[in-house]
């Protein structure tokens, strides 16, 4: 039983070593099958692919939270400021001023990363922690 165990695993040890050994030929040839090599089901692949891409442009997938405090005589980093874009940079920057008696919460409309109303730092902050790295 040990002896088919052990020839076993050298016949996977080996199978092994020859698909390294193709795949590295493979990588230095620097060739890729051409596009009708492939199979049917690789184009269906990347139709879907290309699909998915194209609807979460328009989901607000690029977020930061900048906290803070909005009055100096109070700790804590109760205030906040939530940015929420798509990949053209439209969404919206959400902002929570926190007091001693009360909270305040604002919305402000983000158009291709800009917006018409004054921005405060924090807001502008987490607009461009949002943004992404190019």
Known sequence: MVLLAVISLLVALAALALAVVSLRRGQTSGQRPSEEALPEDVHGLRQEVAA???ETRDALRHLAVVRYD????MGGHLS??????????????LTSIHGRAEARTYAKSIT???CEQQLSPEESEAIEHARPQR
């Open 112 to 114: 291709a990363w800009r």
């Open 80 to 93: 906040w400021s939530l940015a929420l874009l798509d990949d053209s940079g439209h969404g919206v920057v």
């Open 70 to 73: 909005a009055f100096g005589d």
């Open 52 to 54: 998915l891409r194209a």
